[in-house]
């Protein structure tokens, strides 16, 4: 069965430093999104990508966070510099434009840890 | 904006027993409302979904029901069992494919043998 990619699965930075997580979607799965899931709250939106085209990133810290899908295919989502208030889960997540079944596959996520 | 509102937790029950978890939510137009299973260490699993008013989500013997008069979807399921220990998030997304998912808060139920 088709899965989300995602890596590293944990990261441990120092604030100021910079990090980078990587997502490869399921394959042919042309809308790419970034959420960031608090610790005890829901996963948020931060980037919503069509092909390689940013459809939402009106959530994205664009101070510090950037985000890009140069194919169309996997991303690369990243924090400079890193501050404590990071410290999250990164989970991408994609989905196909010809289901019908508006189902989004979630990765296993990348859990930051800024100290 | 759209905003979902899940009841507060955590939620301890013994194995068999009924579980019921509240979802309301606030949008405009027609969302789509789902389920969300999060497994301890494991990303986030659809779990059920509906599309429209009146649809019922089904799967692992867990159902919700699209209330749109309640703005409502709880969650049921009338045995638990251990292996249903979990996070579970309420979640709705605009109408069309390929929106953005808002998430409530998510709630963390434990099932005790």
């Known amino acids: 069965e088709a899965e989300v990619a995602q890596s590293p699965r944990y990261k441990i930075t120092e604030k100021s430093q910079a990090v980078a997580f990587w997502c490869d979607p399921i394959?042919?799965?042309?809308?790419l999104y970034w959420y960031r899931q608090i610790l005890g709250q829901g996963p948020e939106l931060l980037v919503q990508?069509?092909?390689?085209?940013?459809?939402?990133d009106s959530q994205l810290p664009k101070d510090r966070f950037s985000a890009e899908r140069l194919k169309g295919v996997d991303s690369t989502l990243k924090i400079q510099p890193a501050e404590l208030g990071d410290s999250a889960m990164y989970l991408c997540?994609?989905?196909?434009?010809?289901?019908?079944?508006?189902?989004?596959?979630f990765g296993p996520g990348t859990r930051l840890t800024v100290t | 904006g759209d905003s979902v509102t899940q009841m507060e937790g955590p939620v301890t029950l013994s194995e068999e027993a009924f579980l019921t978890i509240n979802c309301t939510y606030t949008?405009?137009?027609?969302?789509?409302l789902f389920w969300y299973v999060q497994y301890p260490g494991e990303g986030l699993q659809l779990l059920l979904k509906?599309?429209?008013?009146?649809d019922k989500g089904s799967n692992k013997g867990f159902e919700a029901t699209y209330r749109k008069e309640t703005t409502s979807f709880h969650l049921e399921k009338g045995s638990v069992q251990v292996s249903d220990s979990a996070v579970y998030f309420c979640?709705?997304?605009?109408?069309?494919?390929?929106?953005?998912?808002?998430f409530g808060k998510g709630i963390t139920l434990s099932v005790r043998p």
């Open positions: 979640a709705l997304s605009g109408p069309g494919a390929n929106s953005k998912l808002t």
């Open positions: 997540a994609s989905s196909s434009t010809r289901q019908l079944t508006y189902e989004q596959y």
């Open positions: 509906a599309t429209k008013a009146d």
């Open positions: 394959s042919g799965h042309a809308t």
């Open positions: 990508f069509q092909d390689e085209s940013v459809v939402d």
């Open positions: 949008a405009t137009g027609y969302p789509s």
